[in-house]
């Protein structure tokens, strides 16, 4: 299945890759927060990336890692925790004292938040943790918003990918890796993706001409080198993703 374009028409540009904030304004302010994602908005990046998981009572919510160690003052899985228990954890005090008390936001309040003035990634991140249903709980909550064209569903988990493709046929989607696979147009297919979103080093020349012959797209992750990101844009990448949104800014149009 190539490309439909008219389900990625808002992500796909005719000239130049889009600009994408990873987790936000990641550099600049604690990840996966809405002050991350303001701080993106405001320096008007047109796409911003988020990540989700699932409480252990079925609540859709932004964080990266399956734990909540690193960027919050508590411990434990992210799927342990009651939404009302988890809320209560400060998910910025570890970046900055000016950060203090941050909660851990819902994917609702961000798409609440970047609806009608920005693009969203959302990476659903199973393993080892597979959270049942969390498919369906996503993309309902993009219809309800009416934002299906506005976001881009991926995962590393491909067989979710497909499942969001099957429950979302209006939406784009991508399949995430960070290797050199035999066939990357194959695993797109098998996943029913529009794109490929995989990390800077593994673009090649060869990979993106491929993906793009098949009708195929490529996003790449985590640009915060300069030189890096300029080598990037030169093999022709259509989507830049960088935790330092002035880089962004400064390399790619708004």
């Not at 190539?2 to 550099?27: F, M, P």
């Not at 932004?62 to 009302?84: C, L, P, W």
């Not at 099957?166 to 797109?188: H, K, N, Q, T, W």
């Not at 985590?222 to 093999?235: N, S, Y």
Request: charged letters at 25%; proline letters at 3%.
């Amino acid at each position: 299945m190539a490309l439909d374009d008219a389900r990625g028409r808002r992500w796909w540009r005719d000239h130049g890759a889009l600009a994408i904030a990873h987790r936000g304004g990641a550099r600049y302010a604690p990840e996966n927060t809405l002050a991350a994602f303001r701080l993106a908005l405001a320096d008007g990046v047109p796409a911003v990336e988020c990540d989700v998981q699932q409480t252990e009572d079925g609540r859709v919510v932004v964080i990266h890692d399956q734990t909540v160690d690193r960027t919050t003052n508590g411990r434990g899985r992210v799927a342990s925790f009651a939404f009302d228990a988890l809320r209560r954890l400060d998910a910025g005090g570890w970046f900055g004292a000016g950060f203090a008390g941050t909660p851990i936001p819902t994917l609702d309040e961000v798409l609440d938040l970047v609806r009608g003035r920005a693009l969203l990634q959302i990476e659903i991140k199973n393993a080892p943790t597979f959270y049942e249903g969390i498919e369906r709980r996503v993309v309902d909550a993009v219809r309800r918003r009416g934002m299906e064209e506005d976001v881009l569903l991926m995962s590393f988990d491909h067989v979710s990918v497909r499942t969001m493709r099957e429950l979302a046929p209006r939406s784009p989607c991508g399949i995430i890796y960070a290797a050199r696979l035999v066939d990357g147009v194959a695993a797109a297919r098998a996943a029913g993706a529009d794109a490929l979103c995989l990390h800077w080093a593994f673009a090649t020349a060869d990979v993106i001409a491929a993906a793009h012959g098949a009708g195929l797209r490529v996003l790449v992750w985590t640009v915060d080198d300069e030189a890096d990101a300029h080598a990037c844009l030169a093999a022709g990448v259509d989507g830049l993703t960088s935790n330092d949104t002035r880089l962004l800014r400064r390399l790619l149009p708004a």
